[in-house]
């Protein structure tokens, strides 16, 4: 009966999918994000732009160029023209940060996303999304795959608009610098979400 209640509460009268739907599957403080059911995990992943595939924009700097511990998505019209565009999450996941960090990161936003059991990656991975313009998501709540999370930014105007995004192996690692030759820790993130539709 309380497992029941607890599921009333957490998608009310949301309708909820697992298939981009863009509707939050839950919007209030869901203090345990320990305690969650399947419908909650990361079964599927899709590309944080242009939804589900990419459309309209391309990888400008991927995993491991220049060092670099993600993917730069950039639209591919060039210098601002996705600036404000829509960032979505790649999958189900609960926010753990959703913050202006300044500097060279501006607004970002953190995700925890549950996997399925017995994963390659074990039961937890992060993503990471960098350079923000605006920040849709609070920290304590869920969102979907395919929900949005914010818009492109340039970090206050220190880049051309694009989106820097990483996924790390272990949720709530240091916010480091983007760069580094040691990758360890750091997952390639279109080979992942690739890997993982």
Not at 79 to 105: C, K, P, S
Request: proline letters at 6%.
């Amino acid at each position: 009966m309380q497992f029941m209640l607890l599921l009333l509460i957490l998608f009310g009268c949301s309708n909820t999918s697992n298939s981009g739907s863009n509707v939050p599957i839950e919007t209030s403080t869901f203090k345990n994000p320990n305690i969650y059911t399947d419908t909650l995990r990361a079964i599927h992943f899709n590309l944080p732009v242009g939804i589900p595939d990419g459309k309209g924009y391309y990888n400008a700097q991927g995993f491991g160029q220049n060092s670099h511990l993600g993917d730069d998505w950039n639209g591919t019209s060039g210098g601002n023209t996705d600036l404000g565009d829509t960032v979505y999450a790649i999958a189900n996941g609960y926010i753990t940060e959703a913050t202006d960090l300044q500097g060279g990161w501006g607004n970002v936003v953190r995700i925890t996303h549950f996997l399925p059991k017995d994963h390659l990656f074990g039961p937890t991975i992060e993503s990471l999304y960098a350079h923000l313009d605006a920040i849709f998501v609070k920290p304590g709540s869920w969102v979907g795959i395919g929900n949005p999370i914010g818009t492109i930014g340039n970090a206050g105007g220190q880049y051309y608009a694009h989106l820097h995004l990483e996924i790390r192996e272990q949720p709530g690692l240091p916010i480091g610098g983007g760069y580094a030759t040691d990758t360890s820790g750091y997952i390639n993130p279109s080979w992942f979400i690739n890997t993982n539709r």
